[in-house]
């Protein structure tokens, strides 16, 4: 596994990246020029809850109409086998922002932990390099308040909880604690009763529940956020870092009366799912629309993804795809997964490489000539510029994943699975069988061995970093 720096070594060399002194070792000189103003944008769109066939491009049996990501699919990097962090949203987020495994800090699960001060996450990596970095929408990586009760966990109780956004490097916010309605995100579905999870902004206050600009459609409102955010950063010629994290479709599912009038023989459940995932699809059109009129498209990474597969009694997909969130099974963990680049992905392209949310931050500090210097802390993450390059279609290392008394490894072809701590374990093999529908374990004694020494040791590094090993 790969390693960056600590953060105190971090921290001492941050006047040199700033300064641009410190840009070899990236893994294509070409991606990196050493220009501030060539440094690319990064933004980070992850859906809540959002099934591998819960969008138009992957053509699956879902009547979910997707016309903006379908045309985003037929212009990126389209990953075959895009695996979330975890099996539920707070360890997926804190992957995707540290590349990391969030069983090193202590994110065991939803609404539990919290961002750790000692980890780096990539908005404070950015920072040093000139970065303008903005978060909008769903943080779940801890609470956003001490002063009053707030959504799953705020509030004068929850000192020990307390990590917002703006305490891990991000300089502009618009973010939740946890979930809200996707329909008039500030009240309970149908009243007028505030439904208890504020907006907060960065310097520690929240929105007006009452305000205009929170009525409606809360992918719109989010995205109001990310593209104010966007226009600032363009207009002051400065690369900009946006994680907007939609909360579509978690429950409250509720949809606006348009997008549920764009599925009118469908009973009211399915007008409400399939009717938010379409106005977050707006949203997105918007966003790649507002890019290419400020002139950025081209210079900006624009991923997008979900956190975990769809949840059980909702009218979610996994495209076939075995058991849903909170199961490591596939359909828990593999979801939608795209990256438009245009400077760079010159065309469509699918990959069947597996791939992780623990990708984001080495894959750009790769792309800007981050060099590790030393340090004790492990990434989890591998770096996808040789991917994007056309130079790599099998991963080096596996990916592994903890969740409760689950464990696996997924490696390029085989899946090694445990329900109970490693008490027992099934095999499968993901090329010929990606439905997970024949346990071959009892065939294969040599890779289950092999595989079982590779997971086992990656949970004891885990153990290790969760225990505060990789802090100095």
Known sequence: MSQYCSRRNFLKLSGLF??????????????????RQNRPNIILC???????????????????????????????LQFGRFYSGAPVCSPTRGSAITGRHPYRYGVLFANMGRMEPEEITIAEALKPLNYRTGHFGKWHLGTLTTEVKDSNRGGPKSTKEY?????????????????????NPMREPGTATFYGTHYWKQDGSFVDPDSPELKGDDSRVIMDNAIGFIRNAVK????????????????????????????????????????CITAMDEQMGRLRK???????????????TSDNGPEVGTPGTTGGFKARKRSLYEGGVRVPGLLEWPGQIKSHQITQMPCST??????????????????????????????????????????GFQSQRQRSLTDNRYKLYSADKGKTYELYDLIDDPYETTDIAAAHPKIIASTKKTLEEWIESCSKSNHGEDYE
């Not at 859906?47 to 985003?72: E, F, N």
């Not at 305490?167 to 618009?174: E, L």
């Not at 400065?238 to 599912?253: C, D, E, Q, R, S």
């Not at 599925?263 to 009211?268: G, K, N, Q, R, S």
Request: with cysteine; proline share 11%.
């Open 18 to 35: 700033a300064a641009g002194l410190i840009v070899d070792g990236c893994s294509d000189p070409v991606l990196f020029s050493g220009k």
């Open 46 to 76: 992850m859906c809540d809850d959002l099934g591998w066939g819960d969008v138009g491009y992957h053509g699956t049996s879902s009547p979910v109409k997707t016309p903006h990501l379908d045309a985003m699919a037929a212009n990126s």
């Open 163 to 183: 990590s917002p956004p703006w305490k891990n490097g991000f300089d502009v916010c618009c973010s939740t604690e946890a979930k809200v309605p996707t329909w």
């Open 236 to 275: 002051q010629q400065t690369p900009f870092l946006a994680v907007v994290w939609f909360h579509t479709p978690h429950k409250p599912i509720v949809a606006g009366p348009k997008y549920k009038a764009m599925y009118p023989d469908l009973p009211e459940e399915k007008q409400a799912y399939y009717g």
């Open 290 to 304: 507002e890019l290419q009129r400020l002139g950025a498209a081209e210079n900006t990474l624009l991923w997008f």
């Open 358 to 399: 623990s990708d984001y931050f080495p894959t750009t500090m790769d792309i800007l000539g981050y060099r590790r210097t030393g340090g004790p802390e492990p990434i989890d993450g591998i770096s996808l510029v040789p991917l994007i390059n056309g130079k790599m279609d099998q991963r080096p290392a596996p990916i």
